[in-house]
């Protein structure tokens, strides 16, 4: 039987286990990227780690999320990630430089090799054939050093494209597409691999806005073949020499098969606030717009910006509306600067913003009270933006443009019939970054000529809090009960205020579930011990390790929740926290306040692989709760979490920082 590309990849690099659906793997890791907001404790892991150098063909340290540095906590973070990219072995890309995924696609991302990177994102580069995976931070430290990263083997599903996208219709449609048909929780514990005719016609760029997205139907990766696309695109950064034919077998088998008929997509949108309430933007067509932004890891290409571009010469956007182009990329901007696009951008009423996430986590340009934003990112979680009960509407550049043209959403088709002279920007090869625009060297530090060499730590620059092994007896209260589809920004938002603490753990903790109830972190610091209870889809978006550290200092021992998101539940195992699975009726019947006691010796029956766990709550009733972990997950648990385990394996081999 033939090979999907996803098991080719795995394959090559398949340390440990086989390649059965839902068996535990362990892979090599070629690459690995990291970002200022996680970047941190990426390294402080693995400095207490005790390794000394990266053992990745590559390493690569971003600033990207908080670039404005508001607040020096920031600029520290910034200084000490420098230090630590110089001293143990990373490139090192100065904030303002762009988005991690933007950069590392455009300057290190290549066919086949393995990815890990601390951002729920990092599948993007997936649109030129690598298996790029996004995970907590120390699940990067210790790959970093070496150690195998493990998985649970995804189901790989073809998405067999067919046709061609019409007019006015983009890539970010056909994701939303996916969203609108499979939901946020769609994708978990799969790999989406895009096959058929459609492939081709479809640019690096569009298929890395497709891949990107991914991410926000809950599937471990997304990954395209090469072709001729890819080499083209990998020419134009100098690194033609990287490209590889990748394809799967002809006899592959997949999991599943889904069939996207491009030809018959169609401008969409995702509502407020959730990625997957999408709608034809026709349905909602009419609702006045206050401000529009282009950018993102999704759409802030230099490809991405070019239509806004196009649409907009010898154009003024509405009164109504404010626009903002934040390029992913410096080179982006620096290419939107040299063929003119900034002017015409700029006399059409746009504003420009440094390449940064900024507004896609609330850091400037938040939308006003009772506003309306169109924005072409991929996340809009209820107060992502920075303000509660926000508006926040996820579109193609090209709807967003139109938007902003019309100061009201309108599909763009609608509007070019209305205004006679609106054509539609379409893409040509020929208009990509084109001749000479190389790697990005001015902004990037190699690690064989570092500017520093020993670790520089500000003031709010704390340790990584351990966790003591499992104990026998846990018991406690239910500090919180909550709906499904939490997100990590419920547990442990980014905007501003809070993001500045991501490197002090005592004090970020204060923040944490502030959104759901502000009274939890006190109530939890004074409760000895406790736990969570969630519906399904608990931790779906970001892989802040911060949504599992977080509720670890404060002192929850476990989280009862109808199913996890891949990567915060392996956060939680990482910080010594009980994923535990409970049934619908179970969640109904839960209260919280009432008092759990897990009725079994914890610790051994962790040890001993026991699935069902006997639940007493109030002295009264009892229900039970699944734990769903591997042998090496058992042990994880068992020891406290990630850090020590992998402490006393290697105190213990005296070798490797492997975590097994
Ligand atoms: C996000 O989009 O939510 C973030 C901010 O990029 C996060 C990373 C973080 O929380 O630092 C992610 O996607 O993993
Ligand atoms: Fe940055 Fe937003 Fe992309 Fe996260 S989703 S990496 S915050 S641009």
């Given at each position: 039987?033939?090979?999907?590309?996803?098991?080719?990849?795995?394959?090559?690099h398949?340390?440990?286990?086989?390649?059965?659906?839902?068996?535990?793997?362990?892979?090599e890791?070629?690459?690995?990227?990291?970002?200022?907001?996680?970047?941190?404790?990426?390294?402080?892991?693995?400095?207490?780690?005790?390794?000394?150098?990266?053992q990745t063909?590559?390493?690569?340290?971003?600033?990207?999320?908080?670039?404005?540095?508001?607040?020096?906590?920031?600029?520290?973070?910034?200084?000490?990630?420098?230090?630590?990219?110089?001293?143990?072995?990373?490139?090192?890309?100065?904030?303002?430089?762009?988005?991690?995924?933007?950069?590392?696609?455009e300057?290190?991302?290549?066919?086949g090799?393995?990815?890990?990177?601390?951002?729920?994102h990092?599948?993007?580069?997936?649109?030129?054939?690598?298996?790029?995976?996004?995970?907590?931070?120390?699940?990067?430290?210790?790959?970093?050093?070496?150690?195998?990263?493990y998985?649970?083997?995804?189901?790989?599903v073809?998405?067999?494209?067919?046709?061609?996208?019409?007019?006015?219709?983009?890539?970010?449609?056909?994701?939303?597409?996916?969203?609108?048909?499979?939901?946020?929780?769609g994708?978990?514990?799969?790999?989406?691999?895009?096959?058929?005719?459609?492939?081709e016609?479809?640019?690096?760029?569009?298929?890395?806005?497709?891949?990107?997205?991914?991410?926000?139907?809950?599937?471990?990766?997304?990954?395209?073949?090469?072709?001729?696309?890819?080499?083209?695109?990998?020419?134009?950064?100098?690194?033609?020499?990287?490209?590889?034919?990748?394809?799967?077998?002809?006899?592959?088998?997949?999991a599943?098969?889904i069939?996207?008929?491009?030809?018959?997509?169609e401008?969409?949108?995702?509502?407020?606030?959730?990625?997957?309430?999408?709608?034809p933007v026709?349905?909602?067509?009419?609702?006045?717009?206050?401000?529009?932004?282009?950018?993102?890891?999704?759409?802030?290409?230099?490809?991405?910006?070019?239509?806004?571009?196009k649409?907009?010469?010898?154009?003024?956007i509405?009164?109504?509306?404010?626009?903002?182009?934040?390029?992913?990329?410096?080179?982006?901007?620096?290419?939107?600067?040299?063929?003119?696009?900034?002017?015409?951008?700029?006399?059409?009423?746009?504003?420009?913003?440094?390449?940064?996430?900024?507004?896609?986590?609330?850091?400037?340009?938040?939308?006003?009270?009772?506003?309306?934003?169109?924005?072409?990112?991929?996340?809009?979680?209820?107060?992502?933006?920075?303000?509660?009960?926000?508006?926040?509407?996820?579109?193609?550049?090209?709807?967003?443009?139109?938007?902003a043209?019309?100061?009201?959403?309108?599909?763009?088709?609608?509007?070019a019939?209305?205004?006679?002279?609106?054509?539609?920007?379409?893409?040509?090869?020929?208009?990509?970054?084109?001749?000479?625009?190389?790697?990005?060297?001015?902004?990037?530090?190699?690690?064989?000529?570092?500017?520093?060499d020993?670790?520089?730590?500000?003031?709010?620059?704390?340790d990584?809090?351990l966790?003591?092994?499992?104990?026998?007896?846990?018991?406690?209260?239910?500090?919180?009960?909550?709906?499904?589809?939490?997100?990590?920004?419920?547990?442990?938002?980014?905007?501003?205020?809070?993001?500045?603490?991501?490197?002090?753990?005592?004090?970020?903790?204060?923040?944490?579930?502030?959104?759901?109830?502000?009274?939890?972190?006190?109530?939890?610091?004074?409760?000895?011990?406790?736990?969570?209870?969630?519906?399904?889809?608990?931790g779906?978006?970001?892989?802040?390790?911060?949504?599992?550290?977080?509720?670890?200092?404060?002192?929850?021992?476990?989280?009862?929740?109808?199913?996890?998101?891949?990567?915060h539940?392996?956060?939680?195992?990482?910080?010594?926290?009980?994923?535990?699975?409970?049934d619908?009726?179970?969640?109904?019947?839960?209260e919280?306040?009432?008092?759990?006691?897990i009725?079994?010796?914890?610790?051994?029956a962790?040890?001993?692989?026991?699935?069902?766990?006997?639940?007493?709550?109030?002295?009264?009733?009892?229900?039970?709760?699944?734990l769903?972990a591997?042998?090496?997950?058992?042990?994880?648990?068992?020891?406290?979490?990630?850090?020590s385990?992998?402490?006393?394996?290697?105190?213990?081999d005296?070798?490797?920082?492997?975590?097994?």
């Open positions: 039987m033939g090979q999907t590309l996803t098991e080719k990849i795995l394959d090559d398949l340390v440990d286990g086989e390649l059965e659906t839902g068996e535990e793997i362990g892979i890791i070629d690459q690995v990227l990291t970002q200022d907001t996680t970047g941190t404790l990426v390294w402080l892991q693995f400095e207490a780690l005790g390794l000394d150098e990266v063909e590559l390493a690569a340290q971003y600033c990207d999320h908080q670039t404005y540095q508001f607040d020096f906590k920031n600029t520290d973070d910034h200084r000490f990630l420098r230090s630590a990219a110089g001293t143990f072995g990373a490139y090192f890309s100065r904030p303002g430089n762009g988005i991690c995924h933007n950069v590392h696609k300057n290190f991302a290549a066919p090799k393995t990815l890990l990177g601390s951002d729920s990092t599948p993007t580069p997936g649109g030129l054939g690598q298996l790029a995976i996004g995970s907590g931070g120390l699940d990067v430290a210790v790959a970093m050093g070496g150690g195998a990263y998985i649970e083997m995804p189901e790989v073809e998405v067999r494209l067919e046709g061609e996208l019409p007019e006015w219709a983009t890539a970010k449609d056909v994701i939303l597409e996916m969203l609108r048909r499979l939901s946020v929780k994708g978990v514990g799969k790999i989406f691999e895009y096959t058929g005719p459609g492939v016609s479809l640019s690096v760029p569009e298929r890395t806005t497709i891949t990107n997205m991914g991410t926000e139907l809950g599937a471990t990766s997304s990954i395209f073949p090469t072709d001729e696309r890819t080499e083209e695109w990998l020419e134009q950064f100098d690194r033609g020499d990287e490209h590889v034919e990748l394809a799967p077998d002809e006899d592959a088998e997949y599943d098969q069939t996207v008929d491009l030809s018959e997509i401008p969409l949108i995702a509502c407020p606030s959730m990625p997957d309430k999408v709608v026709r349905e909602v067509a009419g609702e006045s717009v206050d401000q529009v932004i282009i950018g993102s890891c999704t759409n802030g290409g230099y490809e991405d910006i070019l239509p806004t571009a649409m907009l010469e010898g154009r003024t509405d009164r109504r509306a404010e626009m903002i182009v934040a390029p992913g990329s410096k080179q982006a901007s620096e290419m939107l600067a040299r063929k003119g696009w900034t002017a015409e951008l700029m006399a059409a009423g746009v504003n420009f913003s440094e390449a940064t996430c900024g507004a896609c986590i609330g850091i400037g340009h938040v939308p006003a009270s009772d506003s309306v934003s169109l924005r072409t990112f991929n996340r809009n979680f209820e107060g992502r933006s920075g303000i509660e009960e926000d508006n926040v509407y996820l579109c193609s550049p090209e709807v967003a443009t139109a938007a043209i019309a100061g009201e959403i309108v599909d763009p088709r609608d509007l019939d209305e205004l006679g002279d609106l054509e539609a920007p379409g893409f040509e090869l020929g208009d990509s970054y084109a001749e000479g625009m190389g790697r990005s060297d001015a902004d990037i530090i190699n690690p064989d000529d570092p500017v520093d020993e670790l520089i730590k500000g003031p709010n620059i704390g990584v809090p966790k003591d092994e499992l104990g026998a007896k846990l018991d406690g209260p239910a500090l919180l009960k909550m709906e499904d589809n939490i997100t990590t920004d419920h547990i442990i938002p980014a905007t501003q205020d809070i993001l500045m603490y991501r490197s002090n753990i005592p004090k970020l903790s204060e923040f944490t579930l502030s959104r759901v109830d502000d009274t939890f972190a006190e109530r939890a610091l004074k409760s000895d011990g406790g736990f969570l209870v969630a519906g399904e889809n608990y779906q978006g970001s892989s802040r390790e911060h949504a599992a550290l977080c509720p670890m200092y404060l002192g929850i021992q476990g989280v009862f929740a109808q199913s996890f998101a891949r990567i539940r392996a956060n939680l195992f990482n910080f010594g926290l009980l994923p535990l699975e409970i619908e009726a179970t969640y109904e019947n839960i919280q306040g009432d008092d759990i006691e009725v079994d010796d914890v610790a051994e962790v040890r001993s692989g026991t699935e069902e766990f006997t639940v007493r709550v109030n002295d009264d009733w009892e229900f039970t709760a699944t769903n591997s042998e090496r997950e058992r042990r994880i648990l068992a020891d406290g979490g990630k850090l385990h992998t402490k006393k394996q290697a105190e213990s005296g070798a490797a920082p492997a975590d097994d």
